[in-house]
């Protein structure tokens, strides 16, 4: 089992990153290279599945998920469900002050040792990229 845990300040409200981070058909805006699609449920409770397929062209990893806690605005926690990623995974965010807050994104997954080096890189620009993404998101109602 391989445990990647990254962090990253954001610009925004805890409440907004959240809103951010758990809107799953948006994933793709910011998360490299993947396309999600809720498969059961809304996508907001304990047992509602969605599917991550990350690759380029014809060639990606089908990663389906099942939340296994559901804390809002804090932490959602899954099980990945496939044949190639297996284990859990965690999005947590963290206030830091009243405009800005933190997001970490854990995996405690079954990965090649040869592969590691790629995901963990593919996280941090990833990580980067909900930054940004975070600081421009808007929840419904507000701007």
Known sequence: MTRLELTVPVAAPARVTWAAVTDWERQGEWILATSVRVTSGPGRAVGDEFTAVTGIGRFG?????????????????????????????????????????????????????????????????????FARFAERYRVDGEG
């Open 61 to 129: 990893v089908v990663d389906p998920m099942r939340i296994t806690r559901w804390e809002p605005p804090s932490l959602c926690a899954v099980e990945h469900l496939g044949r190639v990623v297996r284990g859990t995974g965690e999005f947590r965010v963290a206030p830091a002050g009243e405009s800005a807050s933190e997001f970490t994104w854990v995996e405690d997954v079954v990965l090649p040792a040869i592969a590691r080096p790629a995901v963990l890189a593919g996280v941090r620009y990833s990580l980067a990229r």
